[in-house]
């Protein structure tokens, strides 16, 4: 019994030294206009995704944007994924931290995945239809 005691004890304690790995900063004067994004009530129990004129100006226009691949089904190559400026290892869903800006991604061709940052190139759409699909889309995106 001792020796059980012993090694929950040693387990407990590795869980406590463990940290979250520290990523790369991919911040940029783009995210920032994305982060502009805001809901408003507009009655009781609805709300409505606000876009200022900053983020409405970046609307059908080609962008750059540095950031993580999250993925949305197994595998190890995506056309289509959830791109944030965080990894997903700091994702509240997935990890620890807040919930970042993400945008949905469809590729002109596959990526595969990885850890690492990268930079995808695409025309960037604000989907302000209300539906329940994602708010902010980057089409015909490519790898950088």
Request: glycine share 4%.
């Amino acid at each position: 019994m001792k020796k059980y005691m012993l090694a929950l004890l040693v387990l407990i304690s590795m869980t406590t030294v463990a940290q979250v790995a520290v990523h790369s900063e991919t911040r940029t004067a783009t995210w920032n206009l994305i982060g502009l994004k805001y809901d408003k009530q507009v009655k009781p129990l609805v709300w409505q995704a606000v876009f200022p004129s900053a983020l409405k100006a970046i609307h059908n226009k080609v962008i750059e944007l540095p950031g993580y691949i999250i993925p949305t089904k197994v595998g190890n190559s995506f056309n289509e994924f959830m791109f944030s400026m965080v990894p997903v290892a700091s994702c509240p869903y997935c990890g620890t931290g807040d919930i970042p800006s993400m945008i949905e991604v469809k590729t002109l061709k596959p990526i595969n995945w990885t850890e690492e940052p990268i930079t995808l190139r695409g025309k960037f759409i604000i989907n302000d239809s209300g539906d329940s699909r994602s708010i902010f889309f980057l089409l015909d995106a490519v790898k950088k």
